[in-house]
């Protein structure tokens, strides 16, 4: 059983391009959730999906960030127009239904801003 | 809302020796607790959970945490560690929930060093 997929490893974007992240969560996880972590600092939530639902997007930014988890395919997290803050390690984690309380992390994208 | 507060940045320690890594939580509501161990340039492992019952948590690797729900806290310890501990660690809650999912709510980390 594959673990949790994340592609790419690495992205490296100008500033006021477009970031795609994707994940892919485990074989039979039907949950995903996405998290930042800065330089120096802890993971902190973005942003909780169910197939075709968000659920709880309360960590996203207001602006130029989204997320999508279509009903095929990987978890998809977008960030338009990228500013050098938005520099960062993005872990996805996903959860199986029956038990939400354990989650199981991605390698993480590691998204610089030049 | 939940927090979590990891009172060390750093911990060096000499191999062999004990460690414990201090984690206190702040919460209205239940929660569970969890233990995560990053390697460098790695996503997150799970080192061990706190969900219910005996408050002291054995993990793998021969880590172990302490529940002290009186004091908040979760302490991770292991008596002998190795070259290959060196690593981030992270301490984690979750609101326990009967309904739907939770995020977790990460400390800020602790780098842990073991010198030769």
């Known amino acids: 059983n594959a673990g949790v997929m994340q592609n790419p490893r690495h992205l490296v974007r100008r500033r006021g391009q477009e970031a795609r992240l994707r994940c892919s969560p485990m074989?039979?996880?039907?949950?995903v959730y996405w998290y930042r972590q800065l330089p120096e600092e802890g993971l902190k939530f973005m942003v909780y999906?169910?197939?075709?639902?968000?659920?709880?997007e309360s960590g996203m930014p207001k602006e130029r960030f989204s997320a999508e988890f279509p009903k095929e395919g990987p978890s998809i997290l977008r960030i338009q127009q990228v500013v050098r803050g938005d520099s960062a390690a993005y872990f996805c984690?996903?959860?199986?239904?029956?038990?939400?309380?354990?989650?199981?992390f991605g390698p993480g994208t590691r998204l610089t801003v030049l | 809302a939940q927090s979590v507060t990891q009172l060390d940045s750093q911990v060096p320690v000499f191999e062999e020796a004990p460690v414990e890594l201090r984690c206190n939580y702040s919460?209205?509501?239940?929660?569970?607790l969890f233990w995560y161990v990053q390697y460098p340039n790695q996503g997150l492992q799970l080192l061990l959970k706190?969900?219910?019952?005996?408050?002291l948590v054995k993990g793998i690797n021969g880590f172990e945490a302490e529940f002290n729900k009186s004091q908040t806290s979760f302490h991770l310890r292991k008596p002998s560690v190795h070259i290959s501990d060196t690593a981030e660690y992270f301490c984690?809650?979750?609101?326990?929930?009967?309904?739907?999912?939770?995020?977790?709510?990460f400390g800020k980390g602790t780098r842990l060093s073991v010198i030769a």
């Open positions: 984690a996903s959860s199986p239904p029956s038990f939400h309380w354990e989650q199981f």
């Open positions: 074989k039979g996880h039907s949950h």
């Open positions: 999906l169910q197939k075709e639902n968000i659920i709880d």
């Open positions: 919460s209205s509501v239940s929660v569970y």
């Open positions: 706190y969900l219910s019952g005996s408050t």
């Open positions: 984690a809650v979750s609101q326990m929930a009967s309904l739907g999912n939770t995020p977790l709510v």
